[in-house]
């Protein structure tokens, strides 16, 4: 049985957290790919569970070795997939999914072809502003750069993404019903 890649992204504040957390408990077969980070654990956060949490220099070291199948700077941070964790769950006849930004996507695309993308976004800019704010966790500075990027992020992904899905998340109940589905579609279609 072919074994198959899902990468998710999206823009921040899309919901992608909480539309997941809804919905792929259901896929309980699917294991996450645990991507390296030079970002700061946050609460709760577990070294080699959430992240493999990186300094800068251990993270340019995985780039000249060629361990990563992608990489990208989000935020002022540095994200990459790490190749031996994919090999690995592959080898093991397991089904991966991947949360990467739009970006780290089209690379992940060059290693990965066949891999299936599911892009979530906000209703609206100005949705995803609210929502960013009600958050409370960026800075008036942060923020700008968050909304910023998403832009730029959305036009990207929905010029150049070559996501076969696009979700909008504006109800979540809808959206968990569409995300739902497509899972299903993409499982049974491989089975
Ligand atoms: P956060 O810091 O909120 O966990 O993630 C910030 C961003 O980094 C999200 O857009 C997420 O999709 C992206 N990201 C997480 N892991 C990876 C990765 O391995 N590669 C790339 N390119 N982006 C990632």
Known sequence: M????IVFSAASGAGKTTLMNRVMPNFPNIVYSVSATTRKPRAGEIDGVHYFFKTEEEFKGMIAKNELVEWNKVHGNYYGTPKFFVEQKLAEGR???????????INFDNVYPDAIGILILPPSLEELEARLRLRKTETEET????MENAKK????ALTKGKYQYVIYNGDLESAAAELEGIMEKILLSLA
Not at 2 to 5: A, E, F, Y
Not at 95 to 105: C, E, N, R, S, Y
């Open 2 to 5: 072919p074994k198959t890649l």
């Open 95 to 105: 089904d991966v999914a991947f949360d990467l930004d739009v970006f780290g996507k």
């Open 143 to 146: 923020l700008s750069l968050r």
């Open 153 to 156: 992020e959305m036009d990207f």
